[in-house]
């Protein structure tokens, strides 16, 4: 996609997704090693999905409840092991609304105000934009060993989720389940099953991030990146961005073997819309 192409509002970009960063991450790691860390699940700002939930069993077998309270760390260890060693990565998505609301750019996953305030170091970061195919791609190639989901977040309250009949056992389960099966069966089997509860649904207040993700199990305790190589297409400049930084993020991009544009998204009193960036070498650039 040309960048012409890409800065006008009505231009279809629903093959790309975005992803929010400071330009100190940006600078200092995402561009030097040309990756993208994953996140702990665990680290997720929606309690919802960050906090286990201890699971309810049910007595399918008549086995009496002592059984239950005798085994209680074994269910504790089960909802654990539900959400720990989940790793994710996370963008936004462009609206399939019409374009409705404040201003042209209204349903682009770049436009998002809130967002370049809480993950883009309010307005000073970037936000950078992904080819969506591509990066899926990369996602399932990297991890082909190991179990990997990737797909939309739906924004439901957990009751109401829960309330689905498909998904009427995501936190309940049998007491022939605990009689039968080892902690990791249990849930290796429910994480097949019930992935869409576990990692992409989140509290409805989320709803305006339209977010898309990529997750996977990691057991090791080291950080884990994945290489995007091909996949960035745009960094997009907070309308606060100090433009002495632009020169050591111009060197880096020199270095990769396909090159991402750099463009301004900007507000001019009215409405965000791109702005012209001075590309000029500045003094005292960013100490890398």
């Known amino acids: 996609m040309d960048k012409n192409s890409f800065m006008n509002p009505f231009f279809d970009t629903r093959d790309l997704i975005y ?3 400071s330009v100190d991450t940006l600078i200092k ?3 030097p090693q040309n ?10 700002n929606d309690p919802e999905e960050s906090k286990y939930h201890v699971m309810q069993y049910i007595d399918d077998v008549s086995i009496g409840p002592d059984y239950f309270m005798d085994n209680l760390n074994k269910i504790k260890d089960i909802s654990k092991r539900i959400t720990q060693n989940v790793r994710l990565i996370c963008f ?3 609206d399939a609304d019409s374009y409705i609301g404040n201003g042209l750019y209204s349903n682009k996953g770049y436009a998002r105000p809130r967002m370049w305030a809480q993950y883009a170091n309010n307005h000073q970061g970037v936000c950078l934009a992904f080819n969506k195919e591509r990066i899926i791609d990369i996602f399932k190639n990297s991890f082909s060993d190991k179990q990997t989901f990737y797909g939309d977040v739906s924004y439901e309250p957990l009751v109401q989720l829960l309330n689905e009949e498909e998904n009427a056992y995501a ?5 022939s389940e605990l009689l039968n099966k080892t902690v990791e069966e249990i849930v290796m089997e429910r994480i097949i099953k019930y992935n869409k509860i576990y990692f992409f649904s989140k509290h ?3 709803k305006t991030e339209n977010e898309f993700r990529l997750v996977l199990r990691e057991t090791s305790e080291n950080e884990t990146y994945m290489n995007i190589d091909g996949c960035l297409e745009y960094i997009i400049l907070g309308h606060k961005f100090d433009e002495n930084l632009i020169k050591p993020i111009k060197i880096l991009i020199d270095s990769l073997n396909n090159k991402p544009e750099i463009l301004k998204f900007g507000y001019n009193g009215n409405s965000y819309c791109f702005t012209p960036i001075d590309f000029e070498m500045k003094e005292n650039p960013y100490d890398l």
Do not use: E, M, P, V
Request: aromatic share 18%.
């Open 19 to 21: 992803h929010y960063t």
């Open 29 to 31: 790691y995402i561009l």
């Open 35 to 44: 990756s993208l860390r994953f996140s702990h699940l665990l680290s997720t």
């Open 92 to 94: 936004s998505q462009d």
């Open 171 to 175: 936190q309940s389960g049998f007491a």
């Open 204 to 206: 409805k207040d989320w």
